[in-house]
């Protein structure tokens, strides 16, 4: 993305480099589950107001990257604050909510969770920590997470292309 949007919050210009629909493939690991590759879609829109709508949308793959069948939905609000401090609200599928805080440097974003909520039925998980970062025009990302009795470990990570 070379040209802001005329209509974007003044806020959001820090994250601008976001914006857009995203595409790729990526890895996922755990110690109680076995290893797995994925497709991922991941959107970031804004409609004028000071917050990016964030939507992902990912699908399980075999070894020649065909879907095999629907896996994690995730949508979102990330809102900047001052000092390149930064918010993010997410709800998944999989019956959790969690509350992000963090912060930007330049096209790199780091957040935290302060907060995880779960409904009876979604499995444990009480922390996560994202990195994401703007290389060589792509979107790469990783995802930590603290769940089902396991301290703070890798679990996804991904190369996205602007689509």
């Known amino acids: 993305m070379t040209q802001l949007p005329s209509d974007l919050h003044p806020d959001l210009v ?5 914006l857009g629909r995203w595409q790729g493939n990526g890895h996922g690991d755990y110690p109680t589950i076995a290893r797995f590759e994925f497709g991922q879609e991941a959107v970031f829109a804004h ?5 990016l709508h964030y939507f992902s949308r990912s699908w399980l793959i075999d070894p020649d990257g065909t879907k095999v ?9 990330l809102r900047v604050r001052p000092d390149s401090e ?5 709800a998944h599928n999989t019956g959790f909510v969690e509350i992000w805080y ?5 096209a790199k974003l780091e957040l935290a969770t302060d907060l995880v909520a ?5 499995k444990e998980h009480t922390a996560a920590h994202r990195l994401y970062g703007l290389v060589e ?3 790469l990302y990783a995802h ?15 190369r996205l292309r602007r689509a």
């Open 47 to 51: 409609d004028g107001r000071p917050f």
């Open 137 to 139: 025009g792509d979107l």
């Open 118 to 122: 779960r409904t009876h039925s979604a």
């Open 144 to 158: 930590d997470m603290a769940a089902m009795g396991h301290p703070m470990h890798s679990h996804t990570w991904a």
């Open 14 to 18: 820090p994250v601008a480099w976001l």
């Open 69 to 77: 069948k629907e896996s994690a939905l995730e949508t979102g609000f």
């Open 102 to 106: 963090g912060s930007i440097d330049g």
């Open 86 to 90: 930064v918010e993010l609200l997410l």
